[in-house]
């Protein structure tokens, strides 16, 4: 059965206005209407829906060379999702303007096309075309309020086609709105239990959650009940200069400010940093500088990018902007999914802003112990080198890494109870602790995250950085510049990969055969280079096209529109049709190989049925006459067709209605 | 080992579920399945595509299906009028009354046979991995390499051996306390008793995507006999020779007929033959005497013997045999059908001791043995050859004990014809009287017969 009228247009019509392309989904949806105007059919081979099939394989797969070049990956998938519609129009297309209205199945894929033709195997796309459109129109992710509506608009009317006889329409329609009343709902929940998932275990779900850094803000997980968990998802790969070691640490985002278990970045606007040839200088090149050649996946493109301390330029890559700000982040836009680029730094060098009076701020909740900590480690009788070793070897040695924690929140005491009850905790707890000790003792200090750089990777040939090695420390102002100080006890490390899956292994060949995947992709020339991609493949796919689909041999011949109404005669409109409808309604259908007077007769002699067949007959007589008769029906008669009938079916209603 | 439980496993489950979508969800139902488990993939994160929003309406729309489906048709009865037989095969036509037992209307309601479980044992699909001889053309034409690769097509072949389809009729419109009929047409796949344990009445609920089913028990069987093919009438070039006890005896059962005289007891008369008159007047015992007979007597000897994976040339076999059963001018002559299955078997047609019938029914139920020797055949037919006038033996290969079997026949002075249904034809040499049949063209091998 194909889709009722309209159904098709109107769902490709939806398409095109949530993709931003109703340009091309127009045409479309009068090339898949315009058969029922024209009345034409072609006859129409399987071969030639071979032919057919064909070539919107071959618009797909153009598609698809298109996208992959001119995307990033994951981008790439959902355009193409998002455009599947356009490419199986020519395939739809071919089968309503057939003359069969199906398409047979094995024509449409090569493996089955040389199966033999019966028994018969046919099938109609509209229906999954028109799921097609739905689902295409979802991966335009154009999220405005019409989608849910328009959505079940379509759903609605294409199940109101295809609604089993004798159903009741109201329970149809209450179902219906049932149904899509429980949809909305469930959609708002869906994604508000995303969300929340995401929150509580991003790094075990996504993978790419835990990489996800906000430069100007950073929530810890201080206080956090249960076991902190993050993937093993290779982040970052590093590659040092020859001859030189890999830096222990990339910082990705310094903060300045801690409110409520929050690092922020205050004061600390992001300024534009001038490009040159690709290069973006962020200070004087030292002479000692080394370059190291970090590759990461940038979501968008953009994000902060991890650099060595001493980073003083990046470079090697494309980017529409690079941003720098005083507290030594750098962060980029409109740059590659897959960002490769040499850092160059120099350990002595730093180019992070001076110090100011956010960096010796101390929450006035947590300033009497902190300073009591002070006191007791005597930081302020000490140069402030001695007081970071200070520091430094008090977590070393009274305190301990762990990723668990039980009980109940602390709220705002988590640092208190980390400091004098359990001390124990994860990085977050030792890089805030250390920060602020130092700053109680009057030591300007950051808060920096990164990564911890301490995987080397035979297969990879470089060092690399997963999800779960991402870290926190502390920066401290000494002798006039920054200077990185690494609270967390030197276990955790081991206690980080004792925690490695046996999959590990197969996770990384993965990962490793997708990097150079995509960095096979990267050395491909781009933009002018892509149009030249783009303009081959349209080559291509002409000539495919032309080549299936001029041996199109099967339009044989035009054969007149097969409407499937009955053929116009006299007595078409006769109301006796309607007291056939009224019976049927009831229960007492006519077989279709079965006479009207045969009919009368047995619904007459059923129980229950309360039919008849002396108040009919006459009836019926009229309307065979009206039906079949050359000489046609005189207009008394007619009338008496008319009212005869007409108070038949009144006289029916207030008996049912009596009954009832 | 594993893999292939794994593999079977998988398949098995497959069926299952494929079973069940059919049985529970309408053609736009598995539509709107499909559709959600597209919107799954697509939607998965709620923030990159709005797939997620068609998920949870398509999975709103198949729950309320579901749960509106949960109210099943109620009142309803069935009852099936069968024939006594079926063919292999050939299409099957039946008709089943349903009686509407409420005083309301019923409209939408479509009918489904329930049939037997057509999933193959695990030790029939490992069987048919290596079929030890499959032609060809049994194979499927040009299968898809994954399916092959996965087994898959191993799967659909032994389902399309054993499986009927069964198609969802619709019924006409119920009046109230009516009956409608419904004829049903089915095509048993292979011979033997065709079991058909209930019908199944649905009804599309109100959004036409699920179905609400009532499984009305119906447990009734059909015998479906072997497929037979045209074949030509063998002229056997034997002689009539003389049976003991005629025709009724060679029944094995009841007197032969024509009354010649009587004669004095001699050791070893059956008691029942005894003339007690007679031996009243004589003083000793005087027996009746009965007109001796000779008449045509010929065997079918059919080769039940196949290694494991041989079922589709055993049933080929099958299929010749009763052909021939079929061909056979029963009212003539006598025909054995000799087999062996549990035990060895003797059925008898012809000169009204039985009909062709009889030797149809008799392959139908006719099972390969995997437990006895060749040699139990060889000695059942061997054993009557003084009395048959010919023999046709089906074979499912002709190695050498076959050839030795056949070469012994012979040697007692019987016209042989022997049909080898085999997949290598060319591996059987050629021989007077020696047919081959090649698996997947067992028609045109016996069309190119020339009596």
Redo the contacts between chains.
């Keep these: 059965m194909n889709a009722p009228p309209g159904l098709l247009a109107a769902a490709l019509l939806f398409w095109g206005q949530q993709n931003g392309m109703l340009v091309l989904a127009a045409p479309c949806a009068v090339l898949l209407e315009s058969w029922r105007l024209t009345g034409r059919r072609f006859e129409l081979s399987r071969s030639d829906f071979s032919r057919v099939s064909d070539f919107s394989a071959v618009i797909f797969f153009f598609m698809g060379a298109y996208l992959y070049f001119a995307k990033p990956a994951n981008e790439a998938f959902m355009t193409l999702s998002a455009w599947l519609p356009l490419a199986f129009v020519p395939l739809l297309a071919s089968q309503l303007y057939s003359a069969e209205g199906k398409v047979d199945v094995r024509a449409l894929f090569v493996f089955m096309r040389n199966q033999p033709a019966k028994p018969a195997w046919t099938a109609d796309l509209s229906y999954p075309y028109l799921l097609l459109c739905l689902l295409a129109a979802g991966a335009a992710n154009n999220r405005t309020p019409t989608f849910f509506p328009g959505m079940a608009m379509l759903v609605g009317w294409s199940l109101w086609g295809a609604r089993p006889a004798g159903g009741s329409r109201p329970a149809w329609g209450a179902l219906l709105a049932l149904s899509c009343g429980l949809g909305y709902v469930g959609q708002d929940r869906l994604a508000r239990l995303q969300t929340e998932v995401e929150k509580r275990a991003t790094g075990l779900i996504f993978g790419d959650g835990g990489a996800r850094i906000d430069p100007e803000e950073a929530v810890m997980a201080l206080g956090h009940i249960g076991k902190l968990k993050q993937s093993e998802r290779i982040a970052l790969r590093v590659t040092p200069a020859p001859g030189r070691d890999a830096p222990r640490l990339l910082r990705t985002a310094s903060y300045n400010a801690y409110r409520g278990r929050r690092w922020l970045a205050w004061d600390a606007p992001f300024s534009p940093v001038a490009e040159d040839a690709s290069t973006w200088r962020l200070g004087p090149r030292a002479a000692d500088a080394a370059e190291v050649t970090v590759s990461l996946s940038l979501e968008h493109g953009s994000g902060p990018l991890p650099l060595p301390r001493g980073a003083s330029a990046v470079r090697g890559f494309a980017a529409g902007s690079v941003a720098y700000s005083r507290l030594g982040t750098v962060k980029v836009e409109q740059g590659p999914g897959l960002a490769v680029f040499h850092a160059e730094a120099s350990p002595a060098a730093a180019f992070d802003g001076p110090p100011t009076g956010r960096d010796v701020e101390v929450p006035p909740g947590d300033a009497a112990m902190l300073a009591r900590i002070g006191r007791e480690l005597g930081l302020s009788s000490r140069r402030p080198k001695t007081a970071l070793a200070s520091v430094k070897n008090y977590f070393d040695e009274g305190f301990r890494y762990s990723l668990f924690r039980d009980g109940p929140d602390p709220g705002p005491k988590a640092l208190e109870e980390f400091l004098l009850k359990t001390r124990a905790g994860h990085c977050e707890y030792f890089a805030t602790a250390a920060v602020l000790l130092l700053r109680g003792a009057g030591i300007p200090a950051r808060f920096a995250s990164g990564y911890s750089v301490q995987e080397y990777s035979r297969l990879e040939r470089a060092w690399i950085a997963r999800d779960r090695h991402a870290h926190a420390w502390a920066l401290a102002f000494v002798d006039g510049a920054w200077v990185e100080l690494d609270a967390t006890p030197s276990s955790w490390a081991a206690a980080e990969n004792a925690r490695a899956p046996w999959w590990e292994a197969l996770r990384d060949a993965a990962s490793w055969a997708g990097h150079r995947l995509s960095l096979w992709r990267l050395g491909k020339p781009a933009g002018g280079g892509a149009n030249l991609w783009l303009i081959a493949l349209a080559a291509l796919v002409a000539l495919a096209g032309w080549k299936r689909l001029s041996g199109l041999t099967g339009v044989r011949s035009r054969v007149a529109a097969t409407t499937h109404a009955p053929p116009p005669g006299p007595g078409r409109d006769s109301p006796w049709y309607a007291v056939e409808r009224r019976l049927a309604g009831e229960g007492f259908a006519r077989h279709s190989w079965e006479g009207w007077s045969f009919w009368l007769e047995r619904i007459s002699a059923l129980p229950g049925s309360e039919v008849s067949e002396k108040a009919l007959r006459p009836l019926l007589d009229l309307h065979c006459r009206r039906r079949f008769d050359p000489a046609g029906l005189p207009a008394s008669e007619r009338d008496a067709l008319d009212s005869g009938v007409g108070n038949w079916l009144q006289e029916r209603e207030k008996r049912q209605a009596r009954s009832s | 080992m594993l893999l292939e439980r794994l593999r079977y496993l998988g398949f098995r489950l497959n069926a299952a579920l494929l079973h069940w979508l059919r049985r529970r969800f ?1 053609p ?1 139902g598995r ?1 709107a399945l ?2 959600l488990a ?2 799954a993939i ?2 998965v ?17 198949i ?3 579901l749960a ?1 489906s949960r109210v099943r048709p109620r009142r309803l009865s069935a009852r099936r009028r069968l024939p006594r037989f079926a063919t292999a095969g050939e299409p099957l036509s039946y008709v089943v009354t349903i009686e509407n037992l409420e ?6 309601l479509t009918l489904i046979e329930d049939l037997e479980d057509p999933r193959p044992t695990f030790e029939e699909f490992h069987a048919e991995k290596n079929p030890a001889d499959a032609s060809p053309l049994m194979k499927d ?2 299968p ?2 994954l399916d092959r690769l996965a087994g898959y097509t191993r799967w659909r072949r032994l389902i399309a051996r054993k499986a009927t389809r069964a198609p969802e009729l619709p019924v ?7 009956r409608v009929e419904v004829t049903v047409r089915l095509e048993p796949a292979r011979r033997g008793r065709l079991s058909l344990p209930a019908v199944v009445l649905a ?7 699920a179905k609400a089913c009532v499984r009305e028990p119906l447990p009734q069987s059909i015998l479906v006999l072997p497929k037979r093919y045209p074949v030509p009438r063998l002229s056997l070039p034997g002689a009539r020779r003389y049976h003991q006890g005629g025709v009724a005896l060679s029944s094995s059962v009841g007197e032969s007929q024509e009354f010649m005289g009587l004669r004095d007891y001699r050791a070893g008369d059956a008691p029942r033959r005894i003339h007690w008159r007679s031996w009243a007047k004589a003083g000793k015992p005087v027996v009746k005497e009965y007109e001796d007979e000779y008449f045509t007597r010929h065997a079918l000897a059919l080769d039940t013997f196949i290694k494991p994976g041989q079922e589709a040339l055993f049933e080929e076999a099958i299929s010749v045999a009763a052909s021939f059963a079929c061909s056979a001018l029963t009212q003539e002559s006598l025909l054995d059908l000799l087999f062996v299955g549990a035990d060895s078997y003797c059925f008898t047609a012809g000169r009204g001791v039985g009909g062709t019938d009889r030797l149809l029914e008799a392959l139908a139920g006719a099972r390969a043995c995997h437990d006895r020797p060749f040699s139990d055949l060889h000695a059942s037919v061997a054993g009557r050859g003084a009395s048959l006038s010919g023999i046709v033996c089906v074979l499912v290969g002709y190695d050498a004990t076959r050839r030795a079997f056949v070469s012994h026949l012979r040697g007692l002075g019987l016209p042989v014809r022997v049909f080898v249904v085999t997949a290598e034809p060319d591996s059987v040499p050629a021989d007077d009287g020696v047919y081959r049949l090649e698996a997947g063209r067992v028609a045109e091998g016996l069309a190119r017969i020339t009596a």
């Design positions: 309408t736009a539509l499909c559709g597209a919107a697509w939607g994160d709620t923030t990159k595509s709005m797939a997620y929003q068609s998920f949870t309406l398509f999975l709103a729309l729950l309320v299906s509106v005083a309301r209307p019923r409209r939408g034409p040009r898809f390499w006409p419109d119920l009046p109230p306390r009516g009804r599309p609920d109100p959004l036409g995507l």
